[in-house]
T-cell receptor
């Protein structure tokens, strides 16, 4: 059974650029959530996708967008990068559409470290 | 609304000593509660979760946590610390929505 994988592991961008981060869910999982973890902080929920539809969003602006594909892999896109977007971006997959809200376990990937200069 | 407070950004113990990491939560509905561990340059791994069954929850690696509704607490304990337990620990709550709220984390330092 393959775990959650993310690419790239590290990324450096400049302010104003756009970035795409990728996540491959654990086999059989149909729900993926994305989190932003700033240095020294806990993860903050960005949004969740269930069967290719966004079904929950945290307090992040529209320049944070996502996609989920038929094979349940996922992308996080961030436009007009700002310095404060520098963080570790985590994706987590789970079996149900409610993700953590149902008490189901989320399986996290190792994250992508984004640095915005 | 829901929130999590982890008391102590750093906790230092000697190898073999009791580990106690504190978590207090607020939730307008019965919550689900989670403890995760994060090792350097890795994602989060679930240690244990409370989902309204037994109030004493046993997890992996010898950790356990007790849900105390009257104290709105979900503290994490381990009887005897091991060097390999040194990591960042996060408490999280979901209550009424599927959006989890994480605490700011507690760094566990284990001295030989």
């Amino acid at each position: 059974e393959t775990g959650v994988t993310q690419s790239p592991t590290h990324l450096i961008k400049t302010r104003g650029q756009q970035v795409t981060l990728r996540c491959s869910s654990q086999s059989g999982h149909n729900t993926v959530s994305w989190y932003q973890q700033a240095l020294g902080q806990g993860p903050q929920f960005i949004f969740q996708y269930y069967r290719e539809e966004e079904n929950g969003r945290g307090n992040f602006p529209p320049r944070f967008s996502g996609l989920q594909f038929p094979n349940y892999s996922s992308e996080l896109n961030v436009n007009a990068l700002e310095l404060d977007d520098s963080a570790l971006y985590l994706c987590a997959s789970s079996l149900s559409g409610m993700g953590a809200g149902s008490g189901n376990e989320q399986f996290f990937g190792p994250g992508t470290r984004l640095t915005v200069l | 609304a829901q929130s999590v407070t982890q008391l102590g950004s750093h906790v230092s113990v000697s190898e073999g000593a009791l580990v106690l990491l504190r978590c207090n939560y607020s939730s307008s509905v019965p919550p689900y509660l989670f403890w995760y561990v994060q090792y350097p340059n890795q994602g989060l791994q679930l240690l244990l979760k409370y989902t309204s069954a037994a109030t004493l929850v046993k997890g992996i690696n010898g950790f356990e946590a007790e849900f105390k509704k009257s104290e709105t607490s979900f503290h994490l304990t381990k009887p005897s610390a091991h060097m390999s337990d040194a990591a960042e620990y996060f408490c999280a709550v979901t209550g009424g929505s599927y959006i989890p709220t994480f605490g700011r984390g507690t760094s566990l330092i284990v001295h030989p």
